[in-house]
């Protein structure tokens, strides 16, 4: 079977339960921090292919992957994924659900990359100008990278605005390269 499918398919029955419970953010948050375990820590989908690791071990691991305050339908729906041999498939579940969650709430993502620190007040007119903008809500995240030099990257979905100095220093070089 296509990971695509299957994974589209449990996200997608996932949802449909969360949302009927009223329990769609909770589960969210724990599938948010489930996909970040993922990412920051390798060795974790290395647990879940081991077999000789516990099937146990394995619900207390991706619990305790799912956040400090895991709902009880992300428990059960981790049971049912163990209960199928289905874990090596945990993070695309995760990734779909996140997916779903966010185009039925009209959440978009931004990541805001500049050389120096941003103020607080900065990251919220940029919010509240892309709210106003696209008609979504906004899941900000900033972060330093001196490399720029100046300037910024603003990357919201696929889209990416790159305005730092350090792409238009090489993008001089280049066209100078070029001549």
């Given at each position: 079977?296509?990971?695509?499918?299957?994974?589209?398919?449990?996200?997608?029955?996932?949802?449909?339960?969360?949302?009927?419970?009223?329990?769609?953010?909770?589960?969210?948050?724990?599938?948010?921090?489930?996909?970040?375990?993922?990412?920051?820590?390798?060795?974790?989908?290395?647990?879940?292919?081991?077999?000789?690791?516990?099937?146990?071990?394995?619900?207390?691991?991706?619990?305790?992957?799912?956040?400090?305050?895991?709902?009880?339908?992300?428990?059960?729906?981790?049971?049912?994924?163990?209960?199928?041999k289905r874990e090596s498939y945990l993070l695309f579940f995760a990734r779909s659900f996140i997916d779903l969650y966010r185009k039925e709430k009209k959440i978009t993502r931004v990541l805001f990359t500049t050389a120096v620190p941003t103020d607080k007040p900065i990251e919220e007119h940029l919010k509240k100008k892309l709210r106003k903008e696209t008609g979504y809500t906004i899941e900000f995240s900033g972060r330093v990278n001196p490399d720029l030099i100046g300037g910024f990257q603003l990357q919201i979905g696929n889209y990416r605005l790159d305005t730092s100095y350090a792409s238009q220093l090489r993008n001089i070089r280049n066209q100078l390269l070029n001549r």
């Amino acid at each position: 079977m296509d990971i695509g499918t299957l994974s589209f398919r449990y996200a997608k029955a996932l949802f449909s339960l969360a949302k009927d419970k009223g329990l769609e953010e909770q589960v969210y948050e724990n599938m948010k921090m489930l996909s970040d375990c993922f990412l920051r820590e390798r060795s974790l989908q290395e647990a879940l292919v081991n077999p000789l690791v516990s099937t146990a071990a394995k619900e207390k691991l991706l619990v305790t992957a799912g956040g400090i305050k895991v709902c009880d339908l992300y428990v059960r729906f981790i049971r049912l994924v163990l209960e199928h041999k289905r874990e090596s498939y945990l993070l695309f579940f995760a990734r779909s659900f996140i997916d779903l969650y966010r185009k039925e709430k009209k959440i978009t993502r931004v990541l805001f990359t500049t050389a120096v620190p941003t103020d607080k007040p900065i990251e919220e007119h940029l919010k509240k100008k892309l709210r106003k903008e696209t008609g979504y809500t906004i899941e900000f995240s900033g972060r330093v990278n001196p490399d720029l030099i100046g300037g910024f990257q603003l990357q919201i979905g696929n889209y990416r605005l790159d305005t730092s100095y350090a792409s238009q220093l090489r993008n001089i070089r280049n066209q100078l390269l070029n001549r």
